[in-house]
């Protein structure tokens, strides 16, 4: 059923077929399957905006931005990512990873997650892990919780002190799949903290600080980074109940995060 899931999901987020969308809507999606960043650039921390500053490349989405309250698989997205000189970048990365060596598009739609616990030992992942660790910025996410009566109340979970945070991820560049060279990303999940597995038991593994430097010098050991995939620290994360307008990922609007009783 997660398969079903994805390529619903992906061909709903591209438009190319509408009939997905009933199920993609009422099949629990895989965690982190949607997520938000509607915190503009100018608002991203100390962290970020000497990043934006110094990087020429970013001026042009800058200049373009817009809120995102939906955020769905094999949608473009911002990550930092880091260049062959060492130089911190923001760019654009379709969400879903896919293989150097893959020749479709459609593989990315099942690995739009990485589990910590394996990252390192599977076969897709293990040369990114070493060689290509980025972070996917974001200022919340969203998880479904079941309800007694079976049926899902929609939650979206944000930092408590609000701001932009870094989700551990992936990328990789592919020129099999496509005419012209894609790079795609992946958001790696760990345990859920305790206060947060009520609602799911998985989260994205979440840098800041150091660790998110850590995570992203290029001479740090995968062993290392590795034991940055842990769960958040208990009440560094806030839950507020959405209505299911969040459950279509064509819905764009602030309305996807206006609290329900």
Known sequence: MVDDVDHALASVA?????????LASKTRIIMCGRYTL???PDQWGQLLLPILESDAD??????????RYNIAPTQNVLALWVDEHGHWKVGDFRWGFIPSWAKELSIGNRMINARAETVDEKRSFASA???RRCLVLAD?????????DGTKQACWITPTDGGVVGFAGLWESN??????????????TTSASPDLEAIHDRMPAVLQGGAAEQWMHPECEPQSAKSLLVPAEVNSFQVTRVSNYVNNPRHQSSECIQPVE
Request: with cysteine; glycine share 4%; aromatic share 12%.
């Open 14 to 22: 591209t438009g190319k077929n509408s009939s997905a969308l009933a």
């Open 38 to 40: 509607k915190t503009p």
């Open 58 to 67: 970013s001026q042009a989405w800058r200049e373009n931005w817009q809120p």
């Open 129 to 131: 892990f070493k060689k």
């Open 140 to 148: 919340g996410y969203y998880e479904w919780q079941k309800r007694v």
């Open 175 to 188: 020129s099999r799949a496509t005419d012209h060279r894609l790079n795609s990303c992946t958001i790696i």
